[in-house]
């Protein structure tokens, strides 16, 4: 996997935060694939500030963690 893509509904509120990802094989061992990775869902005055991508380096795992830094998205 090289990027993961997050969609949220179009009228969902405003935010702006952190996710951690990580990877594993086995529920056991995990290893940290990008950490503190910006996410934000931004508009004011008619425009508006998206990023919902993240770019990883090349991984392969059967299972991913996502975790939210502070508070986690009300979406």
Known sequence: MAALQFTWPDDSVDFAGRL????SDDFA????????VPIANLHANGRQLVNNRVELAAARA?????????????F
């Open 62 to 74: 059967k299972y991913w963690r996502l975790s939210w830094i502070g508070k986690s998205a009300p």
């Open 20 to 23: 951690s990802i990580e990877a």
């Open 29 to 36: 061992l995990w290893r940290m694939i990008a950490e503190a």
